[in-house]
């Protein structure tokens, strides 16, 4: 069964930091683009972070450039993003997405709808 499974959202204080997980299976993850993107309640979908298939590129928003890191494990078939210094911005469902082929991280984010496989969604939450 094809499937991405998000996990490590939940509740942080401002500042805090939280590592988020995208973890395949039935597939693969080392030719595909990955992608993290966010939906916060009353907005537009948001690519945050993507990197390409052969991590030859990265790709941040500028809301979180310099705060979160995005990474690929091929051996564990995972990709993480760390997320520090988080902010009541950042809130919102974190979702992870996978592109088949060569795609340039930029695209990716840019794109924010159609790949190839989605997960269902870690919620972040950052309060006060």
């Known amino acids: 069964q094809v499937q991405l499974v998000e996990s490590g959202g939940g509740l942080v204080q401002p500042g805090g930091s939280l590592r988020l997980s995208c973890a395949a299976s039935g597939f693969t993850l080392d030719y595909y683009a990955i992608g993290w993107f966010r939906q916060a309640p009353g907005k537009e979908r948001e690519g945050v972070s993507c990197?390409?298939?052969?991590?030859?590129?990265?790709y941040y928003a500028g809301s979180v450039k310099g705060r979160f890191t995005i990474s690929r494990d091929n051996a564990k078939n995972t990709v993480y993003l760390q997320m520090n210094s988080l902010e009541p911005e950042d809130t919102g469902v974190y979702y992870c997405a996978a592109e088949d082929g060569i795609m340039p991280a930029q695209t990716m984010c840019d794109r924010r709808y159609g790949m190839d496989y989605w997960g269902k969604g870690t919620r972040v939450t950052v309060y006060s």
């Open positions: 990197v390409s298939s052969r991590g030859s590129s990265t």
